[in-house]
């Protein structure tokens, strides 16, 4: 994660703070803190969220390393500089970055020595004051090319100069490094000038590769480790690296990353391998029947690619083009007016040019920016272009495959990154006097590992209680803490029944039953209805049909529908979810064919997992005698997980989805949800307030109906863990969610105490254990919690790894204590937020999160089963959408087609 606030986001907090007086000592470097507890920030620091007060100290002390090293802070203060490029619309960054190197390099090196380090949008920092004049302003000229544009039919064919870009530069504060010291000692607020440093340090550090290699926000990539994984993409190794502040010291977080590139070459060549037909040259042609379809999506596809043409009747362009769109018509067919008013078309154009023939005169064009008209053919793309949209679902694999990688070996490949990163030789680290400590290698600090909860299951069971090991335990021997019965199911079958017989469904049947029966649901009925169907009829309709029939036999609605899906089923899911949680609430339990075909009781054993809770049973919940924070009768606990999912990059106009879910017993288990549709990409949650009145409101009437409590009915303490929020939003949260708790709250006439607490995953922070003390994946063992060294030098924070490692390297949680009026301590909270991951019902193994948080996470992307599947709303990536005013229509759509939960569904955990 990036400093607070985002500083790598354009225009960063520009620091207006006064600099230091001449004369002011140079900073102290970045020491370490003394050893054992670091000291705690002073009390006249404030802090975004809650001031940390003291440290954990429950658990197992160990050994691990982790992926930071330490940086020494600069010794002299740091001038900074507004970037104003008056004259332009935002240009993308990597032309900036070209424009600023120009400018030092070649316009004004006088001025720019020592060079100067930019972020490719508004900030530039100095090491030393530039002679911009009395006014501590100036501006340039600067002029990339020294060719005129010329040689393609739309194209600027007036003669007129290279384009010149005027360059404003203004002097906007100096930076004293001695408030990052003060800062990471714990003896100074988070504000605009800390900020405006740790950006400074980030822009020093990146400079270097930034200038060399491809980069998005804060990594860059080398074509040193590629892989092709076809579709016209390859996969770049990357390096991310951050300077974070942390407790006494400065570090420099260090991480691999992976990108996706456009694949170099013909341009003719990347257009068919997307389109899985490589060297058939001539389907991109209208005349040869180019379906419309696989036009638009080609053009999504290579939309915003830079191109170089290859033709030699134009003088050389040093700039790239990029692709605007495809023309509909090939370039036989295209025509366009010359300056003397003559017509012809594009290929008769480009044979004039050319001296020869197009090899494909019939094939579409791109269009550029300028409106000029290219045949493919005579394009090609430079390497090293990220693709900056979402990767088709059928490459997720590859791209999984290539990211994963073992704990030791990742570390490895950090520190092999330290050759690529090249801290040591980068004059700009030099000129700025930092140095990165790249020889102690590795940070090694104290983390803790968590004794896990214990966990109870039915009364029934030969063992009762178990303890987890590691993150994982089993289901032999127990049953579930409150199972459900099946009393009327069907069973609807949409895989072809020469590959799904007779045989196969009542094997299915049978070892449904049998997984039932091991857990202690009762299934009244072992001979279900069953019935083959046709995927591509009316889902609706024919699993109405199967619930009639139910009816019919049994004079009551069936209790649950299984349905059995080919391979390639998402379309039926999604609308077997409509019909079951939306139209007419009766649970559903969908399994794929191949998965259930022959299965082993494992796997009916999970799938019982599922249904359980759908049915509104309980699986399991923590010992109240080990999770006394969650069960005390004097402290009803409310604990919620909240979320925001947003549209893919590029779907602009689709909207975000919103979900809260929260318990509603007395044991944290038994959960219930609820979901919104909101503004495309906003992130605090609108309806906030409504949503958690109804979680509020099922809570109260779950403990006075269900657990017939007569007294302490409402929840003394509300504990809410919100996902997915970046370091900068941290504000915005407090300033509206937790208003927004508290309106629902008084809305109701209640008064719990509230602790809110932000979880986040999407961070570089990774920590590696030392042999001997790993587990099976070689991953540090479930439970490890670090709350020193790495954490926020002033403000409530830890990472914790709850859960076992599978694959590649675990990433823990990272917790952030936002707001607290329940005054919990560090211990507490860690072993609570442990706890809630080992209550999640889908598994036997503890989550990477808290179970609310991971219940919300899919309630969120389960928001698109609240649409009518044969409804007029389009979710595939074929849709798209133009301009701002038909985005707002679009969304206007989306909230008008929205369909609420059905009623029978709104106290079941239908989203496990």
Known sequence: MPPRGDPSARGGARGRGRGAPRGTPPAIRGGSPASGSAALPGSQVEAVGVRRSGYGTAGRPITVSANFFNIALPECNIHHYDVILPSEKTLPARLNMELIEHLQKIDAPDVFTPPAVYDGRKNMFAPRQLPLGPNGSQEFNVCLSDATTRGSPGDNTSGRGPKVYKIRLTKVATINPEVLQRFIMGKQSHDNSVLTALTALNVVIRMEPTMKYPFNVRSFFTDRETKDIG??????????????????????????????????????????????????????SPRHNMPDRERLRLQRFISGVRIMTTYSGERVRKTPRVIKKLSSAGASDLSFTMRDGTTMTVAQYFKSLLNRPLRYPDNICIEVSSGALLPLELCTVPPGQIMRKQVPPEKTKDVLEFATKKPLDRLQSINNGLSVLAYGQSEYVRQFGMTVDETAGPLSLTARVLMPPKLRYGQGSPQPIVTPANGAWNMIDKRFFRPAAIERWAVVIYERQQRFNQQAAQDMIKGLVHGCNEVGMKVSDTAPLVTWQNGQGRINEQLRAAGNEVFQKTKQPPTLIVVVLPDNGNDIYTAVKHFGDITVGVATQCLKSSKCFRAKPQYFANV?????????????????????????PRNPTVVMGADVIHPAPGSDGRPSFTALVGNVDSDTAKYVATSRVQGSRVEIIQDLEEMAKHILTMYMKYRQHAEKKTSNI??????????????????QVLEKEVAALQAACKGLGINPKITVIVVGKRHHVRFFPR?????????????????????????????????????????????????DDNKFNADSLQSLSFALCHVYARSTRSVSIPAPVYYADIVCSR??????????VDFSDSATQADTAQAEGTLEAYRRNFKPLHANMASLMYFS
Not at 714 to 731: H, M, N, T, W
């Open 714 to 731: 409402a929840p003394a303490r509300l504990i809410f863990y919100r996902d997915g929020v970046s370091e900068g939003q941290f504000k």
């Open 863 to 872: 928001a698109k089963n609240h649409y009518d599947p044969q409804g007029g």
């Open 608 to 632: 019982c997992l599922k249904m359980n809770v759908k049915l509104g049973g309980i699986n399991t919940i923590p010992d109240p005698q080990s999770v006394t924070m969650l069960t005390d």
């Open 231 to 284: 579709g016209g993409l390859v996969l770049w190794r990357g390096y991310f690296q951050s300077v974070r502040p942390a407790i006494g010291r400065l570090l420099v977080n260090v991480d691999i990353s992976t990108g996706t590139m456009y694949k170099p070459g013909p341009l003719l060549d990347l257009c068919l391998e997307f389109l899985g037909r490589p060297g058939q040259y001539n389907l991109l």
């Open 771 to 819: 042999p001997g003390e790993a587990d099976r994946s070689g991953n540090c063992l479930a439970g490890t919690v670090v709350d020193q060294v790495v954490a926020h030098p002033t403000e409530f924070d830890w990472y914790l790894q709850s859960h076992a490692g599978l694959l590649g390297t675990s990433r823990p949680a990272h917790y952030n204590v936002l707001y």
